[in-house]
């Protein structure tokens, strides 16, 4: 099993930025997966970003290119991602998953564990 916890979020104005974190434990790999999503009220979850622990490709989602960076830290146990120039439309609640392979996807179901997820509030 593993256990995903996030952090970092909170209510900010736009333009802000925040760091979210993502913090691993258990039977963790550094083949694994990891990706951010993102779910806004009576919207489905959307792919964020993904990145592998040991390193390979990174994704990002369209709408956060250029704006949004993940990064992970093998030796923590933690990913995070940095989101700069913040817009109302990123309001959501934020999921940190884990998938059981080195192969980043944009598909949710795709991933084996989550987190409880941390808000993300932005105000115009």
């Known amino acids: 099993q593993v256990q995903l916890v996030e952090s970092g979020g909170g209510l900010v104005q736009a333009g802000d930025s925040l760091r979210l974190s993502c913090a691993a434990s258990?039977?963790?790999?550094?083949?694994?997966?990891m990706g951010w999503f993102r779910q806004a009220p009576g919207k489905e979850r959307d792919f964020v970003a993904g990145?592998?622990?040991?390193?390979?490709?990174?994704l990002y989602g369209d709408s956060v290119k250029g704006r949004f960076t993940i990064s992970s830290d093998s030796a923590q146990n933690t990913v995070y991602l940095q989101m700069n120039s913040l817009k109302p439309e990123d309001t959501a609640v934020y999921y940190c998953?884990?998938?059981?392979?080195?192969?980043?996807?944009?598909?949710?179901?795709?991933?084996?564990?989550w987190g409880q997820g941390t808000q993300v509030t932005v105000s115009s």
């Open positions: 998953a884990a998938r059981r392979t080195n192969l980043v996807v944009r598909t949710p179901g795709y991933y084996d564990y």
């Open positions: 258990g039977r963790t790999s550094s083949s694994y997966a």
């Open positions: 990145i592998v622990w040991n390193g390979g490709k990174i």
